[in-house]
T-cell receptor, first 114, second 113 residues
Framework: DAGVIQSPRHEVTEMGQEVTLRCKPISGHNSLFWYRQTMMRGLELLIYFNNNVPIDDSGMPEDRFSAKMPNASFSTLKIQPSEPRDSAVYFC????????????FGEGSWLTVV | QQQVKQSPQSLIVQKGGISIINCAYENTAFDYFPWYQQFPGKGPALLIAIRPDVSEKKEGRFTISFNKSAKQFSLHIMDSQPGDSATYFCAASASGGYQKVTFGTGTKLQVIP
């Protein structure tokens, strides 16, 4: 299996620009997570989908952040407008509910907002 | 009640020594306790996990000790090696519902030669 695939791996953008991060979960997995990792705050859960439906978005920091999962094999996390404090590593992860609780992470999207 | 508290924040261990990382939880509904290992530039990956029906699980040099009454669990790395240098996260989840996984804050381990 190819694992969770994220793109882009690295992005540098200017403040105010729109950023779109993409994720392809492992085939057959029915839960998808977006996490943000920073030195200060560690690993934070932003939003969680189950069967393409958002279940918990309480971790989304503010209205500038939005996430979609139009189908079982694709999700996006969008930041509009971006701010320097959004600079972080964003991880997508997926899980197959019927086969245990192991979450599989992608390699992350490293975002720098200047 | 959803928190998982992890300590220490960072740890330096001599090669060959024992690394110990501790976690504590509040939610008694948690019934799955994994540890994830993260190398620089990579995503976290499952290292070892335990369920509360056993008090200890060992895989090679890695052991989880679980104390259900104290609501604590710990990771022991025996004969620590420089290649073990990474950030370690404990986590917890409950089987019911949508299996949201709660992570600890992470421990950065450095094993020095």
């Amino acid at each position: 299996d190819a694992g969770v695939i994220q793109s882009p791996r690295h992005e540098v953008t200017e403040m105010g620009q729109e950023v779109t991060l993409r994720c392809k979960p492992i085939s057959g997995h029915n839960s998808l997570f977006w996490y943000r990792q920073t030195m200060m705050r560690g690993l934070e859960l932003l939003i969680y989908f189950n069967n393409n439906v958002p279940i918990d978005d309480s971790g989304m920091p503010e209205d500038r952040f939005s996430a979609k999962m139009p189908n079982a094999s694709f999700s996006t996390l969008k930041i509009q407008p971006s701010e320097p404090r959004d600079s972080a590593v964003y991880f997508c992860a997926s899980l197959k509910r019927s086969s245990g609780n192991t979450i599989y992470f992608g390699e992350g999207s490293w975002l720098t907002v200047v | 009640q959803q928190q998982v508290k992890q300590s220490p924040q960072s740890l330096i261990v001599q090669k060959g020594g024992i690394s110990i990382i501790n976690c504590a939880y509040e939610n008694t509904a948690f019934d799955y306790f994994p540890w994830y290992q993260q190398f620089p530039g990579k995503g976290p990956a499952l290292l070892i996990a335990i369920r509360p029906d056993v008090s200890e699980k060992k895989e090679g040099r890695f052991t989880i000790s679980f104390n259900k009454s104290a609501k604590q669990f710990s990771l022991h790395i025996m004969d620590s090696q420089p290649g073990d240098s990474a950030t370690y996260f404990c986590a917890a989840s409950a089987s019911g519902g949508y299996q949201k996984v709660t992570f600890g804050t992470g421990t950065k381990l450095q094993v020095i030669p």
